[in-house]
């Protein structure tokens, strides 16, 4: 099978998948979502979690976090299944991060509303790294601001042809082709030359 990596950028309760292969095509691009709407807060639950209060935030979350790796798990599945019929094997999901700073104890979390949007970004991303983690599949974790550095580094003097074929191939495909949707096709081809070829990918 061909390899391929998947790259994934996360916004609150969704986020972009792109999946790329060896030779830099994008072979899937979807939406998915982590969260169910219908429930409370629907994609914040850290302001939900605020209005309980700390007794009652605590098990709120945990549960939280529990159905939001289910449905992580199911859209990545998904998409590799996908990709295992179109001859493509996965050899590692690429995740893009924010600042990657520590969040501190959860009482201070819930004081502070910045610190509350910091932390529900955080846990979308802890969700999918979850879900990629009982897939079975290797997780690239790259900062956001610091990916034009790891490019540089990883992909050496090709950065620029990379990126401009990236770019060239969102004309192809045409819209959606966002900036999270750039940055997750190179996050996604920089994890693909980083990992050995040889070592088993999922749908191999």
Known sequence: MKRAALGIRMHSGWGVLVAVSESMDVIDRR??????????RGNQPFHHAEALGLPRAEPFLAKYRSESERFARA????????????????????LLLASGRPLPALAQILASHPLIHTA?????????SSACQA?????????????????????????????????????????PWTADH??????????LQERPIGRKSVGA
């Open 182 to 191: 750039k940055a997750a096709a190179l996050a996604a081809y920089i994890a």
């Open 135 to 175: 897939l079975r599949i290797p997780v690239a974790r790259y900062r956001e601001r610091a990916l034009e550095d790891i490019a540089k580094a990883a992909l050496a003097s090709s950065t620029a042809n990379t990126k401009q074929r990236l770019a060239d191939v969102g004309k192809t495909l045409g819209p």
């Open 120 to 128: 529900e970004g955080e846990l979308f991303r802890e969700v999918v």
């Open 31 to 40: 939406r998915i979502v982590v969260t169910d709407d219908d429930g409370p």
């Open 75 to 94: 859209a990545i599945e998904a998409a590799t299944k996908e990709l295992a019929a179109k001859g493509y094997s996965i050899a590692a999901v690429a």
